[in-house]
């Protein structure tokens, strides 16, 4: 959903508020995609305090649907979306990229609500995603969740220079 901000600069003071319906229907990150499971309206409040201002206040919340880093379980991700931020447009395009980091949602005086949206996201992603702290992963032998309980595998690490302490182990299991 693309606004134009050059209507809000005409309307000096005033705030303008929106819902509109945000599109995103997948996050891709990393070579890795992320279904949107649930969504809200995002809503927005524009306004222009000055001459070629521009207020931008955003909120909206976002499910997405992500594998567990260790075991591959699907996890709920929420993100509860906020964005505030002033842009002068009286700047050039490159001093306005400059002062905003990388501003890839706005076009010309056009602002990019998906895009915006997806940015705040991708900032907000985690490093890790778990199904819960003590996931214990699945078994590099079978492919088993370690989660529903042991499998059987025998996981021990296959370097040959271990064999005879592995050996002395499997002796003492014997006694």
């Known amino acids: 959903m693309r606004i134009s901000l050059a ?3 005409n309307r000096r003071g005033e705030a303008v508020k929106l819902s509109v319906p945000l599109e995103l229907t997948v996050l891709e990150r990393g070579g890795a995609e992320y279904k949107v499971l649930r969504k809200s309206e995002v809503r927005i ?9 521009v207020c931008i206040g955003l909120e909206a919340e976002v499910v997405l649907s992500a594998p567990c880093d260790r075991c591959l379980e699907e996890v709920e991700l ?4 906020r964005y505030s931020r002033e842009i002068d447009f009286s700047q050039s395009g490159e001093e306005r990229a ?9 076009s010309g005086f056009d602002l990019d609500v998906d895009r915006l949206v997806f940015e705040e996201l991708l900032v907000d992603f985690p490093a890790k995603i778990l199904c819960r702290e003590d996931c214990k992963g699945i078994c590099r032998v079978c492919g088993a969740s370690l989660n529903a309980g042991e499998c059987g595998c025998d996981r021990a690490p296959s ?11 499997n002796n003492f299991k014997e006694v």
């Open 7 to 9: 209507e809000i600069m």
């Open 45 to 53: 409040v524009l306004s222009s305090p000055a001459a070629k201002r």
């Open 78 to 81: 929420p993100f509860d979306v």
């Open 98 to 106: 400059e002062d905003l980091d990388e501003l890839y949602y706005i």
């Open 159 to 169: 370097d040959p220079r271990m064999a005879a302490i592995r050996d002395i182990f």
